[in-house]
């Protein structure tokens, strides 16, 4: 059974750790896999851990107070969440209440880590385990002195970190949206350097209440997009691809979107875009829409029923930050 261990922050990765070596002690079965441990020198990072996310049977996320905001806890914990099961996703609360994990994470069934709360993680293992130990409470009993010896240690090692406040983790925020701005201008129109420190700011103002909004992106060449994918979701946003007009029609008849961004070209169908604006009004999906075109003409203006059109990186996410304003603000 494979076990993808999230972490992130030096306590998080500690107790990562520590289950690493723990659990297989409970049962061999057991397989966790944690990134920094586990990449063998010379493998792509990226791609080993989409593999493993994609392996995983369950998915153990190590939460503390400071990392809850973390882009990259809550894109793995999304990414296993997309795979497998609700209850197969498991935040582990580490020096906190289950009910202080806040959204997203906060939807999973939280456990914490105590002793009563790594005994029903282990339950639910040896639920799903070929293997099962035939008395899960006696070798938690067993091995408890252990973990909580390591989990003592994460602790005392946080301790002497300063914690982060809300204006150090806004600042985050900022950081990594005005970095991947200035990376996405190498290869895509994406404004001047002032464009794009103020789209960075106002995502830094806005980050609160703008976290898990659902985008929907229409684009017959996804990689094309990676770099809005990659801000949006270090924004925390849920991000669905579709590749056709019928695909993105399917999802738009689930879940509701706050935001649809499509090309206005696909698979050699000029038209392809506004095919789907029209196909949405007549279905009465009310869902505003963002195009995204390769040479923008300002004189033609923006198609009748959509919200913009741009071309631009930063104008994107501008427009996108307008929408979650009016319909989340």
């Not at 035939?134 to 970190?161: H, M, N, S, V, Y």
């Not at 990676?226 to 946003?237: D, G, I, M, W």
Request: net charge negative; glycine share 6%; hydrophobic share 40%.
């Amino acid at each position: 059974m494979k076990v993808f261990l999230s972490w992130s922050g030096e306590e998080s990765l500690a107790v990562a750790k520590a289950l690493r070596e723990w659990l297989p002690y409970i049962n061999p079965e057991i397989r966790p896999w944690i990134s920094g441990t586990d990449i063998a020198p010379g493998e792509r990072w990226s791609a080993e851990v989409a593999q493993q996310l994609e392996a995983a049977d369950v998915g153990i996320v190590c939460v503390t107070r400071e990392n809850q905001s973390s882009p990259w806890l809550n894109f793995e914990a999304g990414a296993l969440a997309k795979r497998l099961e609700s209850s197969r996703v498991v935040p582990l609360a580490i020096n906190l209440k289950p009910s202080e994990v806040q959204q997203p994470l906060g939807q999973f069934q939280t456990k914490e880590a105590t002793k009563s709360g790594i005994l029903d993680v282990l339950r639910s293992l040896n639920e799903l385990s070929t293997n099962r130990v035939p008395d899960i409470t006696l070798a938690c009993d067993r091995w408890w002195p252990q973990f909580e010896a390591a989990l003592k240690q994460a602790a005392a090692a946080a301790g002497e970190e300063p914690a982060r406040d809300q204006h150090t983790l806004l600042e985050e925020i900022y950081r990594i949206v005005k970095e991947r701005l200035d990376q996405a201008s190498e290869t895509a129109p994406a404004g001047r350097e002032r464009e794009r420190t103020q789209v960075a700011r106002r995502a830094e103002r806005i980050a609160s209440f703008i976290r898990d909004a659902r985008i929907l992106l229409v684009n017959d060449v996804p990689r094309e997009m990676s770099h809005v994918v990659s801000l949006l979701q270090s924004l925390e946003l849920s991000v669905t691809s579709s590749i056709s007009t019928e695909e993105a029609l399917a999802e738009l008849h689930g879940p509701a979107f706050d935001v649809v961004i499509s090309d206005m070209r696909r698979n050699g169908d000029d038209g392809a875009g506004l095919a789907l604006l029209q196909n949405m009004r007549e279905s009465r999906v009310t869902t505003p829409l963002i195009f995204t075109v390769g040479r923008f003409q300002p004189e033609k203006g923006v198609p009748g029923g959509a919200f913009g059109i741009t071309n631009r990186v930063d104008e994107l996410l501008n427009l996108i930050f307008d929408v979650l304003e009016r319909t989340r603000g």
